[in-house]
């Protein structure tokens, strides 16, 4: 199992960011997809995530009315649409899988699987 995260840069308070969370075929058709941040000094923290059978979604506190997770038509690809990004969402973004679930969670513990991070540095 391969997740490839992108899309992260540098980009000023206000702007936005997609990242792309592409993983190779999985066998299993119950999944979800998560989105996660790690700040320094801070511990990892559930951002969004998506099932793949239901479709659908959760969002963390701080996330929710700024940042939109989908996936496209093949469902290979995952993304997490960042808006109104502010300097505290500084952080590495990583995405992962769980299988076996009809749901997703924003809990880390839970993931079986996790792509490389792709770093987000939000200015001020």
């Known amino acids: 199992v391969q997740l490839q995260a992108s899309g992260g840069g540098l980009v000023q308070a206000g702007g936005s960011l997609r990242l792309s969370c592409a993983h190779s075929?999985?066998?299993?058709?119950?999944?979800?997809i998560g989105w996660f941040r790690q700040a320094p000094g801070k511990e990892r923290e559930g951002v969004s995530c998506?099932?793949?059978?239901?479709?659908?979604?959760d969002y963390a506190d701080s996330a929710k009315g700024r940042f939109a997770i989908s996936r496209d038509n093949a469902g290979n690809t995952f993304y997490l649409q960042m808006n109104n990004l502010k300097p505290e969402d500084t952080a590495i973004y990583y995405c992962?899988?769980?299988?076996?679930?009809?749901?997703?969670?924003?809990?880390?513990?839970?993931?079986?699987?996790w792509g490389q991070g792709t770093q987000v540095t939000v200015s001020s």
């Open positions: 992962a899988v769980e299988f076996s679930v009809a749901s997703c969670s924003l809990w880390s513990d839970e993931y079986d699987y």
């Open positions: 075929e999985f066998t299993l058709d119950y999944y979800a």
């Open positions: 998506i099932s793949s059978s239901s479709g659908s979604t």
